[in-house]
Nanobody, 115 residues
Framework: QVQLVESGGGLVQPGGSLRLSCATS????????MGWFRQAAGKQREFVAR???????NYADSVKGRFTISRDNAKNTVDLQMNSLKPEDTAVYYC?????????WGQGTQVTVSS
């Protein structure tokens, strides 16, 4: 059974930083495109960032220049470094792995940006 385990969420003040991490198995990590999505209360889940197995990255316009997605090949993790956080970044953040045929989701981690 494929597992994606997120960590690193929490409460942060506006302008602060958080780093999310998503751990999975070596088989998934090495072959799948890994991504982060988020869902705010009362809203649909939306794309945040993704990184392919080859290291190519894409970002939502709303987070460009503030968020960075990266892969740690030694740990089989995908990290999302979030800087200059805004209250509108508040959401549950989900890790996703996909190869176009199969898609797996993590359980989500809460990020709250508030003073």
């Amino acid at each position: 059974q494929v597992q994606l385990v997120e960590s690193g969420g929490g409460l942060v003040q506006p302008g602060g930083s958080l780093r999310l991490s998503c751990a999975t198995s070596r088989d998934i990590f090495s072959l799948y495109t890994m991504g982060w999505f988020r869902q705010a209360a009362g809203k649909q889940r939306e794309f945040v960032a993704r990184i392919t197995s080859g290291g190519s990255t894409n970002y939502a316009d709303s987070v460009k220049g503030r968020f960075t997605i990266s892969r740690d090949n030694a740990k089989n993790t995908v990290d999302l470094q979030m800087n200059s956080l805004k209250p509108e970044d508040t959401a549950v953040y989900y890790c996703r792995a996909t190869n176009g045929l199969r898609t797996y989701w993590g359980q989500g981690t809460q990020v709250t940006v508030s003073s």
